[in-house]
C-alpha cells in the first residue's frame, strides 16, 4: 500500500500505530484487547489507535471472525507499506522511530553471543536512471510481499514452530546531497 496522503503518513507515524500494524500482520486479525495485550499498552490507548488507523484505511474491521455482534476485531489492509518521501515534520515522525530500531538491533548485534544468520545491514551502489529505479522498487516490492505472504501463511498454518518477527527495511533513492545538489553521475 502507497503512503503519501498526510493523513496516512501522521497515521504511520505513531510508534504505537507501527507496533499495532506489525502485531495484526503476525496475527492475521485481533481485538483491540488482545492487541493491548500483546503490545503493552492500554487498551483504549489501543482503540484510539485503532481507529486513526481505520481513518487513514490501513485496516478494516473483520466481522468474519467476532465473536459477536458488538465485537470488533480488526484486520490490515496491506502486508507492507510504501512510504512516499514526504515533506517536513512527517518525513522525520516516520523515520525517528525506524533508525532507532536499526541502530538498536545492529549496535545489540554487533556482540558476539547475538550475531546471528539472521541479521545484516545491505549497502549497495547502482548507477540507474529513473526507469531502472522504478523497476528495481517494482521488484522489491514484489518479494518482499511474496515472502511476507509465505512466512505469515506458514506461521498460521503450523502454529507449533517457533518464528520470530523479522522487519526488513528497503530504501531506493538516489544518493543527493540533503542541500539538493545531486549525487556523482557516470554517463556510458
Given at each position: 500500500?502507497?503512503?503519501?496522503?498526510?493523513?496516512?503518513?501522521?497515521?504511520?507515524?505513531?510508534?504505537v500505530r507501527?507496533?499495532?500494524?506489525?502485531?495484526?500482520?503476525?496475527?492475521?486479525?485481533?481485538?483491540?484487547?488482545?492487541l493491548?495485550?500483546?503490545?503493552?499498552?492500554?487498551?483504549n490507548?489501543?482503540?484510539?489507535?485503532?481507529r486513526?488507523?481505520?481513518?487513514?484505511?490501513?485496516i478494516v474491521?473483520?466481522?468474519e471472525?467476532?465473536?459477536?455482534k458488538r465485537?470488533r476485531?480488526?484486520?490490515n489492509?496491506?502486508t507492507?507499506y510504501?512510504?512516499?518521501?514526504?515533506?517536513?515534520?512527517?518525513?522525520?515522525?516516520i523515520?525517528?522511530?525506524t533508525?532507532e530500531?536499526l541502530?538498536?538491533?545492529?549496535?545489540?548485534?554487533?556482540h558476539e553471543e547475538?550475531?546471528?544468520?539472521?541479521?545484516?545491514?545491505?549497502?549497495?551502489?547502482?548507477?540507474?536512471?529513473?526507469?531502472?529505479a522504478?523497476?528495481l522498487?517494482?521488484e522489491?516490492s514484489?518479494?518482499?510481499?511474496?515472502?511476507?505472504?509465505?512466512?505469515?501463511?506458514?506461521a498460521r498454518?503450523?502454529g507449533e514452530?517457533?518464528?520470530?518477527?523479522y522487519?526488513?527495511?528497503?530504501?531506493?533513492?538516489?544518493r543527493?546531497?540533503?542541500?539538493?545538489d545531486a549525487?556523482t553521475?557516470a554517463?556510458?
Amino acid at each position: 500500500m502507497d503512503i503519501s496522503d498526510p493523513e496516512s503518513l501522521r497515521a504511520i507515524a505513531s510508534p504505537v500505530r507501527q507496533r499495532i500494524l506489525m502485531q495484526l500482520a503476525v496475527v492475521g486479525h485481533a481485538r483491540a484487547a488482545d492487541l493491548a495485550e500483546a503490545i503493552g499498552q492500554p487498551a483504549n490507548s489501543v482503540s484510539f489507535h485503532l481507529r486513526v488507523l481505520a481513518k487513514a484505511g490501513m485496516i478494516v474491521e473483520a466481522p468474519e471472525h467476532a465473536r459477536d455482534k458488538r465485537d470488533r476485531v480488526w484486520k490490515n489492509v496491506a502486508t507492507s507499506y510504501n512510504v512516499k518521501p514526504a515533506a517536513g515534520d512527517a518525513a522525520d515522525l516516520i523515520l525517528r522511530p525506524t533508525v532507532e530500531w536499526l541502530s538498536e538491533v545492529f549496535s545489540h548485534g554487533s556482540h558476539e553471543e547475538t550475531r546471528d544468520a539472521g541479521r545484516t545491514f545491505m549497502l549497495t551502489t547502482m548507477l540507474l536512471t529513473r526507469d531502472d529505479a522504478n523497476e528495481l522498487i517494482l521488484e522489491l516490492s514484489e518479494l518482499l510481499n511474496r515472502w511476507s505472504e509465505r512466512s505469515l501463511s506458514a506461521a498460521r498454518d503450523a502454529g507449533e514452530t517457533p518464528r520470530e518477527v523479522y522487519q526488513l527495511l528497503t530504501a531506493v533513492a538516489p544518493r543527493d546531497d540533503p542541500r539538493g545538489d545531486a549525487g556523482t553521475t557516470a554517463k556510458g
